[in-house]
């Protein structure tokens, strides 16, 4: 790998960040009215004007943008409009609850989505594997949050098997508040990452499917069957691990996916993360908030990108990175 390839993706990287950092920025000056939402509408001009003029929006834009930028840069991304605390502050302690709630998301998802999609592509000429994956559009066609609801109706209300909101009992592990290390913490995790997971594994089982089809069709696995090597050895190490790359890919981009689109299902099952934080910011036009989150999704979601890149380049050396890379 040429250090030219890093280069450039770190680039292209640093680009999307600057252009979320842009719209996001822009979007304060249409959401609402912070000034209203933190004095109310009987106060009176001149604390109005006071308290714009303490928080700066009287300056031009790229005044603001520029400002807002150098101190997000240095870790002070300035006072949240509703908690009166440091927007810092209020992002990293509901960071844990999204983080984990995406991850068990991608782990449900790889750890159905893979053998669901082996399981279609090695007996592909039976019925029962053509309606699973039939069954699996299914999946990939219902919103989230309908899957939320149903999943609430069936395993609470009428089972009363899981809880129906909150994040449950957490542990504080250096710093980090957990709900993995509790009974009641998982059992609050089960629906909501199964929320997520359920169209993300309709779409691994899907994209390993096809690519393993592809494979089982390769020259060198019908020479491997000719040899007399078992179907086991040929499937599952052979086969499989040359359809690592498009799920390395995809899975991938699932973090940033799964860490971004939180925001439907904490909401639906009131998880405290970043998603509830950020549509509770909206609602009060905490500016200062929601543009600290929009740039951090971005700069996540360009951190992971470049991640796969180099991941994929490493799985595949075929990849010519100091050429076209």
Do not use: C
């Not at 840069?73 to 995406?102: K, N």
């Amino acid at each position: 790998m040429t250090p030219q390839f890093l280069v450039r993706r770190m680039g292209h990287a640093l680009l999307v960040v600057f252009i979320v950092s842009l719209i996001a920025f822009s979007l304060g000056e249409a959401i609402g009215d912070p000034i209203t939402s933190m004095l109310g509408i009987e106060a009176t001009a001149a604390d109005r004007a006071a308290l714009i003029a303490r928080l700066g929006l009287d300056q031009p834009f790229h005044v603001r943008y520029m400002d807002f930028m150098g101190r997000f840069l240095s870790g002070e991304m300035g006072m949240s409009y509703r908690a009166q605390r440091p927007v810092y502050d209020v992002i990293v302690e509901r960071l844990p609850a999204t983080f984990e709630l995406a991850f068990a998301g991608l782990f449900l998802s790889l750890a159905l989505g893979v053998p669901l999609g082996v399981v279609a592509a090695i007996w592909r000429d039976k019925w029962w594997a053509n309606l699973l994956m039939t069954t699996s559009v299914v999946g990939v066609s219902l919103p989230t949050f309908v899957v939320g609801i149903l999943l609430i109706f069936f395993f609470s209300v009428h089972m009363g098997w899981l809880p129906s909101f909150g994040r449950g009992e957490t542990v504080n592990v250096g710093g980090w508040n957990t709900g993995l290390l509790t009974r009641t913490g998982l059992l609050a995790l089960i629906m909501p990452a199964l929320s997520l997971a359920i169209s993300q594994m309709a779409l691994v089982g899907r994209l390993v499917r096809a690519e393993m089809v592809e494979v089982l069709r390769a020259d060198y696995i019908r020479f491997a069957r000719a040899r007399g090597i078992r179907s086991a050895p040929v499937n599952f190490v052979h086969a499989l691990r040359n359809t690592l790359i498009p799920i390395i890919t995809i899975s991938g981009i699932q973090i940033g996916y799964l860490v971004a689109f939180a925001v439907v299902v904490e909401q639906v099952f009131q998880w405290p993360g970043i998603g509830t934080l950020f549509l509770g910011s909206l609602t009060q036009a905490d500016v200062p908030v929601i543009t600290s989150i929009l740039i951090f999704v971005a700069f996540f979601f360009a951190m992971i990108n470049l991640i796969v890149d180099v991941l994929y380049a490493v799985a595949d050396p075929r990849v010519r990175l100091g050429e076209k890379g």
